[in-house]
């Protein structure tokens, strides 16, 4: 997927995909809610809560999507390109209690992901200890 632009700042950006939605179409709705979400720099972490009902049934399922952020150099609105744990978010910086609060999917990506931030917390904790290391 591309990039959406169009908002005039970034908090405006972020107030919008942060609130829930509600969509029906051929008797399918789906009731989006975010109820946590962490802004570090332009990567807006986010749980995903989706509640899926057709036929009656409802299916309840949260992720973890990532909106990378930025601000277009021609005529300076705000933009996004989402992704979630299932489908691509490439960068590691999610907070650690995210990965907690939602069980992994059945993906064979999301899994090798989780796998990766993983790894990345445990090398940024080892740097930083290191850094107070002092050496005679």
Not at 93 to 98: E, L, R, T
Not at 104 to 110: I, N
């Amino acid at each position: 997927m591309g990039w959406s632009f169009g908002w005039q700042s970034k908090e405006q950006l972020v107030k919008e995909r942060t609130t829930g939605w509600e969509s029906t179409r051929n008797g399918r709705t789906v009731v989006a809610s975010y109820g946590e979400y962490a802004l570090r720099g332009n990567h807006l972490w986010k749980i995903a809560t989706y509640r899926v009902t057709e036929n009656g049934r409802t299916v309840v399922e949260s992720v973890i999507c990532l909106d990378l952020l930025k601000k277009d150099r021609t005529d300076h609105t705000w933009g996004y390109k989402g992704l979630s744990e299932v489908s691509g978010p490439y960068y590691h910086d999610v907070p650690v209690k995210f990965l907690k609060k939602v069980p992994c999917p059945d993906s064979e990506f999301a899994r090798a992901w989780r796998a990766r931030v993983d790894t990345y917390n445990r090398e940024k904790k080892q740097r930083k200890e290191l850094s107070h290391v002092v050496i005679h």
